[in-house]
């Protein structure tokens, strides 16, 4: 019995992790549908951006699908290579958005969508795996650093044992610093205010440049379970 729960919750994290590192995943430019049509058929998408590599080694790497099975046309094939030597190598970073594309209002319950596989879509998550966002996003905003800490799970992950409301979860769940800080404030606002919850009093919407505030500390998922543990949360 707790070996089949066991495959059922990998199985299912699975699944939240491709919902969770799709198409928004990848930067924009030339080969990048490719990478989706071809690349996609065998790996979920957060597989290939987790990767930085240099030229040769994703020169390499195609050759080693192609000899798995991957149809290229040398066209195809020169297309790939040039997206993921250009867009995934090391110290690579994602084009800055326009102006227009900055300006654009983004919808936080379809960036949402991302979630739903660990979270659920009426955010009562799963018993002992994934905590409900319902009834706890509140809690922790009005704790003291609590919404600089909620940015921080969704830009670098969370790995460990949690408490919410007496109940205990032992999840594992991805960082999403691939999503722009738009696409962030968006999701973060969503949560906050749906299944009942709200801002504490006081507190406006989250912002583009709160997100950016937290980018670049590059903190581990250690470290952002400790930084939980100091909010004081029960």
Not at 190 to 219: C, D, H, M
Request: aromatic content about 6%; some cysteine.
């Amino acid at each position: 019995m707790k070996t089949r729960y066991l495959v059922w919750v990998t199985l299912l994290a699975a699944v939240g992790l491709w919902m969770g590192l799709g198409q928004n995943a990848l930067p924009e430019g030339p080969g990048r549908e490719l990478v989706l049509q071809k690349c996609q058929t065998c790996h979920e998408i957060g597989f290939v951006t987790r990767e930085r590599q240099t030229r040769e080694r994703w020169d390499s790497l195609i050759t080693e699908m192609q000899n798995y099975g991957l149809r290229l046309t040398p066209e195809e094939r020169t297309a790939i290579l040039n997206y993921l030597a250009t867009r995934l190598a090391p110290g690579a970073t994602a084009p800055a958005p326009t102006q227009t594309q900055a300006a654009t209002t983004v919808n936080g319950a379809q960036v949402y969508n991302n979630c739903i596989g660990c979270h659920q879509a009426n955010g009562a998550g799963l018993p002992g795996v994934f905590p409900p966002l319902a009834g706890h996003v509140p809690e922790i905003l009005a704790a003291r650093g609590g919404r600089e800490w909620l940015i921080q799970v969704m830009l670098y992950g969370l790995q460990g044992q949690i408490s919410v409301k007496g109940a205990s979860y032992n999840g594992v769940m991805p960082g999403y610093a691939q999503l722009s800080n738009a696409e962030l404030a968006a999701v973060l606002n969503y949560i906050a205010t749906q299944w009942g919850n709200a801002l504490p009093s006081g507190q406006t919407p989250f912002t583009e440049a709160e997100v950016q505030a937290q980018r670049g500390k590059n903190l581990s998922v250690q470290q952002v379970l400790a930084a939980r543990q100091q909010l004081g949360l029960r």
